[in-house]
């Protein structure tokens, strides 16, 4: 027996066709949605651990900053005690810097020179005084320039006649009465350390050395 179909099979096939189609966006809809709904999750995941670790290094950094402050005014402070520190040194240096001075003029003073004056003006000492002859003077600047460990720099500002001293009676007798030159020079302090105070000079608490004979010449600074 033979069926024949009288049913529209065209209509029915293209409803058919359309039906998938439409599924099938729908499927792809569903698809893209939960791909962007994934991707956006991951993206906050990444978002979120990210900005813990920026809170984690800004705490960090803010403790760095903290440290570099504490470092820096540690290293105020102690340049600040190296500087007071070089300061006492300072200090305790030129505390015996006049006995020094003192005591190097009275041994490179030769006889037949009257110091009347010395005064310092920070590393100038300016020295005035009486001497027999010009020659005492010229030894005077010899010993300065070529003995001292602690002068240097000698230089003669004025000399000239002062006057006549009065001799003794042979030496009237046989020379008559001596001239003496007024005498004005300038000298420089070495920029050298101190020796230790074992070879510092010895106060004044007894007589004099022999070398330190015309340091009394010299008090009246």
């Not at 099979?9 to 966006?25: E, G, M, P, V």
């Not at 190097?104 to 002859?133: K, Y």
């Not at 022999?210 to 009394?216: I, L, N, R, V, Y």
């Amino acid at each position: 027996m033979i069926l024949i179909n009288l049913l529209p099979h065209r209509q029915a096939k293209r409803r058919h066709r359309q039906q998938l189609f439409y599924a099938s966006l729908v499927a792809a809809a569903l698809a893209g949605l939960v791909a962007v709904g994934g991707w956006w999750f991951v993206l906050q995941q990444m978002t979120s651990a990210q900005q813990q670790r920026n809170a984690f290094l800004g705490a960090e950094i803010r403790k760095l900053e903290g440290q570099i402050r504490d470092i820096a005014n540690l290293r105020a402070e102690i340049d600040g005690l190296k500087a007071r520190q070089r300061a006492v040194e300072d200090l305790q240096i030129n505390r015996n810097v006049p006995v020094y001075l003192l005591n190097e003029i009275a041994r490179q003073t030769p006889e037949g020179v009257h110091l009347s004056s010395i005064r310092q003006t920070d590393s100038v000492v300016a020295i005035t005084g009486l001497a027999q002859s010009n020659e005492r003077v010229s030894e005077f600047l010899r010993n300065v320039q070529h003995q001292s460990p602690w002068l240097e720099r000698p230089e003669l500002v004025e000399i000239r006649v002062a006057g006549a001293q009065a001799p003794s009676a042979r030496e009237a007798a046989r020379e008559g009465p001596r001239r003496l030159f007024e005498f004005s020079l300038r000298v420089s302090l070495r920029p050298v350390q101190p020796p230790s105070e074992a070879a510092a000079p010895r106060p004044a608490s007894g007589p004099p050395a022999a070398p330190a004979a015309p340091a009394a010449r010299a008090a009246a600074s």
